[in-house]
Structures are given as structure tokens and as C-alpha cells.
């Protein structure tokens, strides 16, 4: 990249990083840290779980966004001081550390502008994201591979923790479904944009297969991981816990729990523990974080208002066209964002997806706000 172009960019991220400084009182988020910090350090601060563990969460947030603005606020001082040395005499080495650190600060503002969008309570939760093969057998099977891959990428670019949960093989040309764990903040907040029917579009020309469409479907469902404070209790009789009855290989025992939720129809599969109580308490965990999600789906403030009728229809819209063949085009279908870039995607660069759809609810909300005042 050019100077002079640099010098561009550094001015458009100069003004991007001022927008979000306007929105971020470091004043007043450094006094709150320190209220919090003297809470923390009571020695009865842990005896109240319900007052604890929301407030370690509000620390943690606080000191990442601080974190996170003052690296970006460096970087940007760091470009600049490099920008004015080469005013004056060229540097291949200082001008490789400016477009490297120009590369990183992009990044790191990319990200910042979706957090800013990100105002709901849950949104700073590690997420679960699991992935379930439509119908379409192997097709469908290496499509849910393909999107598996996907998010594993995002998450991984993101400096998130991976963890797998569960994962249902039927073959070795794809996955039947699986569980990711991502842990770090906000990860909820941006993969619930991800939250439907993904669809693969492969058209045949009509010289090879009488110009068939060959189409398959993956389901993507998120939900948040919930802390210890929070209460959701499921009785005993609504539960149908499955375990594995033989040892299977020597090596590696099997040790997974199937957890079935009989009024709803949910079910939990976990199988990567090392023992079927840890199996057994995460499948639990993401079970209540499943009807959660469900909860806020549908309005209801009681498990038992609940409409199972509408749990299976409820995250299965398409939300996205991904066509792979004769040309490559990825759409979204409820912002109508899209590129051609269909191979970044598919490695993982839905940042500006997420985006889009974050700015539309956002946007969404503000107007619902508006009328309400």
C-alpha cells in the first residue's frame, strides 16, 4: 500500500475510532471498574452467587472495552509517528511495521464497531452453535461440514476458545450434526445472527444434468452459555436421560448422554467428556440454554408457556443463499447483503454479515424505542 493511501485509511479509521470514543466514557468506565473492584474484594462477596457472578461479568466487559480501546488508540499513535519519519526519509522496515500495524488496527476496529451494536443483556455470553444436517443425505452431510469448518475459522480468527461438544458422523463425507462450545465475550451477541436454515445451491448446466438445481439445507441453532446465577429448573419428570450401556473401544470408552426434554421435544446429545457425569451436566447446561433461547423466542417469561408446536419452525427460516456453482454468490436473505466472494466466506470472513443484520436489529430496536416514548 502507498503512502499516500495509508495516510487515507489512517484518516477514515482516525474518525471511525472518534464515533466510538463518543460513545465510550473512559472516565466513567474506569470509576465503575473500581466500584466494582472494591466489591469484589469484601470477603463475603461470594456468599450471594445471584449478586457475584453478575458482577465478575460486568468487570471482565469493562476492562475489555477499555483494553480494546486503548490497544486501538496505541496503534493508531504508532501508525502516525511512523507516517510522519517516512514524510522525511523512506524506511522499507518502518513501512512495513505501519501497513502491518494499519492491517491489525482494521481488525481490531471491525470488530469494535459490531460490539457497539451489541446493547442486550446476553450478547457479551460465550455461545453454543450447533449445526444440523437438512435432508439431502451426503450433500447435506458435507454441507454441514462445509459450515462446521465456517464458524470454526471465524471463531478461531477471533481469538475465541473452540471447544466440541458433540459431533454425529454418519460417514466420512460430512457430519449429521454438532456442538461447538465458543467461549469469549460476545460471542453470542454476533453468532445469533447466524441463527437459521443456511442454504447450499449447485445448478447444473443443461448439457451435463438437464439444468438441475441440486439444493441442500443446514440448520444453525445459537443459543447463550448461561452462568451459575442463573435459575432455570426443569422437573425431573420432564426429562428422559439416555446413557451408553456398553464400553465400546478399549482405548476410549464411550461415555455419551442423550438428554431428551419430553414436553418441548429438545434433545442433547454430549459425547467429548471424559465421563458421562460431565457428559450428562453439559448436555443439562446447553439444554437450558436451548429453552432460553427458545423463551425469548417466543415472549414467555414461564417454561411452561412454552408452544412446542412452534419450536421445530421457529429456527429453521432461510436466512442465507450460499450458490456454489456455475458462479459463486452469497446473499442474505433478510438484509440482502451480498458478495461473490463465496470462498472467503466459506472460510470465515462473515464479519460484514454479522454486521449488516446486528445494524438492522439495531436500527429495528431504535425505531420500536422511538415509538414508544
Known amino acids: 500500500m502507498e503512502l499516500s493511501n495509508i495516510k487515507r485509511e489512517v484518516e477514515r479509521l482516525s474518525n ?59 496503534l493508531l499513535g504508532d501508525i502516525k509517528a511512523a507516517l510522519e519519519l517516512l514524510e522525511y526519509s523512506a524506511d522499507e522496515q518502518l513501512l512495513h511495521e505501519a501497513q502491518t500495524n494499519l492491517i491489525q488496527l482494521q481488525q481490531e476496529l471491525k470488530t469494535l464497531e459490531i460490539q457497539q451494536l451489541l446493547v442486550e443483556y446476553y450478547d457479551q455470553k460465550s455461545a453454543y452453535l450447533t449445526i444440523t444436517a437438512g435432508v439431502g443425505e451426503i450433500d ?39 456442538t461447538l462450545e465458543i467461549t469469549g465475550l460476545y460471542a453470542y451477541g454476533c453468532l445469533k445472527s447466524e441463527q437459521g436454515t443456511h442454504v447450499k445451491i449447485v445448478r447444473i448446466s443443461p448439457q451435463n444434468g438437464n439444468g438441475k438445481r441440486l439444493t441442500c439445507f443446514a440448520n444453525i441453532e445459537v443459543s447463550p452459555i448461561l452462568d451459575q446465577s442463573f435459575e432455570l429448573k426443569i422437573p425431573d419428570k420432564d426429562l428422559e436421560i439416555t446413557k451408553c450401556w456398553h464400553s465400546g473401544n478399549v482405548n476410549r470408552p464411550e461415555t455419551w448422554v442423550q438428554v431428551f426434554h419430553i414436553p418441548t421435544g429438545i434433545t442433547v446429545l454430549c459425547d467429548q467428556k471424559r465421563n458421562q457425569l460431565q457428559n450428562q451436566e453439559q448436555a443439562l447446561a446447553i439444554l437450558k440454554s436451548k429453552l432460553w433461547a427458545f423463551m425469548q423466542a417466543q415472549g414467555v ?50 464479519d460484514f454479515l454479522i454486521k449488516a443484520y446486528l445494524q438492522q436489529q439495531y436500527q429495528t430496536l431504535a425505531r420500536a424505542n422511538m415509538h414508544t416514548e
Not at 461438544?165 to 466420512?172: G, P, Q
Not at 412446542?308 to 454468490?329: A, C, D, M, Q, V
Open 140 to 178: 447435506a452431510e458435507d454441507w454441514a461440514s462445509i459450515l462446521f469448518r465456517m464458524y470454526y475459522r471465524w471463531a478461531n480468527s477471533h481469538n475465541y476458545k473452540i471447544y466440541l461438544v458433540a459431533e454425529s458422523c454418519k460417514d466420512l463425507a460430512g457430519i449429521k450434526s454438532a
Open 16 to 74: 471511525i475510532l472518534g464515533k466510538a470514543e463518543d460513545c465510550l466514557d473512559l472516565g466513567e468506565i474506569t470509576a465503575r471498574i473500581q466500584e466494582l473492584e472494591n466489591i469484589i474484594s469484601q470477603s463475603n462477596f461470594w456468599e450471594n452467587s445471584f449478586i457475584a457472578y453478575p458482577t465478575v461479568r460486568e468487570i471482565e466487559s469493562l476492562n475489555a472495552k477499555k483494553r480494546k480501546y486503548q490497544r486501538s488508540h496505541s
Open 301 to 350: 417469561q414461564n417454561m411452561s408457556d412454552l408452544q412446542s408446536g412452534r419450536i421445530k419452525s421457529l429456527f429453521k427460516k432461510p436466512i442465507r443463499e450460499y450458490i456454489l456453482h456455475p458462479y459463486t454468490r452469497v446473499k442474505d436473505l433478510r438484509t440482502q447483503v451480498e458478495t461473490t466472494a463465496a470462498t472467503e466466506v466459506l472460510n470465515g470472513d462473515i
